[in-house]
């Protein structure tokens, strides 16, 4: 049963040193004020777990929390690198980071067999790819029945998830709408997961534009919901607000050089009160 | 008479000529995204478009930014979850054609978007694979369009993100389920195709105004040209428009986020 606690409970209550984190959200629904109380927070040696990292990512290695990323297409859409990213991992600034990187197609599977409770996922993927030659978490075996040699990858098992979505009900019912991305997936793929929410209504079901088919994560499948107001912002949250692309390009700048990109988590993070 | 057009015009009114009424085209983001776009409000409406951030059957009244922009997800019959796209529609067989950009492109039109360099000492590093590596070997083919350069147009790629044909032009052979790979690469100069015995890309069209110095000159290989070479059809005057007013819309839209 999800307990209704603030962001900065939650993430001191569910994100440890050390801990396996997916904060997931395809390009949509990205979980900017957790992945912020994060670095508030100070959390370390994290392995962060997300199909496109995004500036949320680039924010919480510049601020020293990453020990390793998982990822599948790592860059800012549309604009161009993760500078902070590229930092760390070239230069070891402020720490060296070791990335694994897989296709979309497998994450997904991985994402998709966590939740299912598999050891591993089942792909027709990585076919002449060399990303094999660079993950030894990409395998291939062979189809029992068939014959066909397929893909396989470990499951997604974090002991944190973290997602963004619009709205939850007193009972910590989430509903999800729009670009769902792998939400769902990695809320129950993970032994723990926090939801971050732009509001609570008294119920789900008795909302106007409740439909039986909803995207709706049971708040018994859920560790805990912490209400987050804008707290996708600079990605959006369908139905609440728009993306701010200019936010996105101007990243580019302050991500580029460490003073700036410091000065700039000092401000907007580090002394910006506990919903930035 | 002729039109007055830039040759990213040209790319990307050929790019869109390929798609056809009929096909169900996984797009990926920035020019395919242009040209499936175009084909959609001129020759093809019929063409159904899905984006790798689960959009089936998208309209965008403008072009997205981002994979996951709001619009694609509004304009769409419906948006289903990240693993159901890539588990039900692509690996399940519902794409035709997967049309992609990329950084770097090789003779055996293999693509590189992972990094220039060594793998663990890159010099530049790029994005990464995302969807590229199973929409390449699961759609029925592969339309590929980038910017003809020296740079892009490599004899061997540095890493082997998306497999065209593989470092010998053999990838695919015997390989069970697995799509026809690239049938076109479209660039501002010319169009290509595979061989169909040796895989190697092939000029089979100039674009009008363009010399086979040109393309000599801009490819990082001994590029052979078809024997019967033929010119590229201009764009038309009601294909530049609808273009024009695309991107125009796309930036007032942008601009004002």
């Known amino acids: ?42 959390k370390r040696d994290l392995t962060l777990i997300r199909m496109t990292p995004d500036l949320v990512y680039d924010q919480m290695i510049g601020a020293g929390c990453a020990r390793k990323v998982i990822f599948s297409w790592g860059g800012n859409p549309g604009v161009g690198s993760l500078h902070r990213l590229r930092d760390a991992v070239e230069k070891g600034w402020p720490h060296k980071v070791e990335i694994l990187e897989h296709s979309h197609a497998a994450m997904a599977c991985a994402f998709d067999a966590g939740a299912a409770g598999l050891p591993l996922a089942v792909l027709r993927g990585y076919v002449g790819s060399e990303l094999p030659s660079v993950n030894d978490q990409i395998k291939f075996i062979e189809c029992p029945f068939t014959g066909e040699r397929l893909a396989a990858v470990p499951s997604v098992r974090p002991d944190v998830s973290i997602v963004h979505a619009q709205k939850a ?65 600079p990605s959006y949250a369908h139905g609440y607000y728009p993306r701010d692309n200019r936010f996105y390009k101007e990243w580019d700048a302050i991500a580029r050089d460490r003073d700036a990109f410091t000065a700039w988590i000092e401000d907007n993070v580090m002394n910006a009160g506990g919903n930035a | 008479m002729s039109l007055e057009y830039t040759s990213a015009e040209m790319m990307s009114v050929t790019a869109a000529r390929a798609l056809e009424n009929g096909m169900t085209c996984f797009v990926g983001i920035g020019l395919p995204s242009e040209a499936a776009n175009l084909a959609r409000l001129t020759h093809a409406p019929e063409v159904v ?54 950084a770097q492109i090789d003779r055996f039109a293999n693509l590189n978007t992972t990094l220039i360099g060594d793998y663990h000492d890159p010099k530049v590093r790029l994005p990464g694979g995302g969807g590229a590596p199973e929409i390449a070997t699961n759609a029925g083919e592969v339309f590929i369009t980038l910017k003809h350069s020296k740079r892009a147009f490599v004899k061997d790629v540095d890493f082997i993100t998306t497999l065209g044909f593989g470092r010998d032009g053999k990838g695919r052979d015997g390989v069970p389920n697995i799509g026809r790979g690239p049938t076109r690469v479209i660039t501002d100069l010319c169009v290509m195709k595979p061989d169909p015995e040796t895989k190697e890309l092939v000029v089979v069209s100039l674009h009008p105004n363009v010399s086979r110095e040109d393309v000599i000159e801009a490819t990082g290989w001994e590029i052979r040209f078809a024997d019967t070479l033929e010119t590229t059809p201009e764009p038309s005057a009601h294909e530049l428009e609808i273009l024009r007013e695309l991107k125009a819309r796309t930036e007032r839209k942008h601009a004002g986020e």
Not at chain 1, 13 to 42: C, K, N, S, W
Not at chain 2, 75 to 100: C, D, H, I
């Open chain 2, 49 to 102: 478009l899905i984006y790798e951030s689960g959009t089936l059957q998208t309209k965008p009244e403008v072009l997205p930014l981002s994979i996951g922009d709001g619009e694609l997800c509004e304009s769409a019959l419906t948006t289903v979850s990240v693993p159901e796209m890539f588990r039900y529609w692509l690996q399940g067989g519902k794409v035709s054609v997967g049309f992609l950009g990329t």
């Open chain 1, 1 to 42: 049963m999800a307990e209704l606690l603030s962001l900065h409970d939650a993430v001191a209550r569910y994100v440890e040193d050390g801990a396996t984190v997916a904060m997931e959200g395809f390009t949509h629904l990205i979980p900017f004020a957790a992945g912020h109380e994060v670095i508030r927070q100070r």
């Open chain 1, 169 to 233: 009900d007193r009972a910590g019912n989430v509903l999800v709408e729009g670009i769902i991305g792998v939400q769902k997936e990695a809320v129950l793929a993970a032994k723990k997961s926090i939801v971050t929410v732009e509001e609570i209504v008294e119920d789900l079901t008795t909302e106007p534009d409740y439909h039986p088919n909803a995207c709706i994560i049971p708040g018994w499948a859920i560790s805990a919901v912490a209400v987050a107001e804008k707290g996708s912002y």
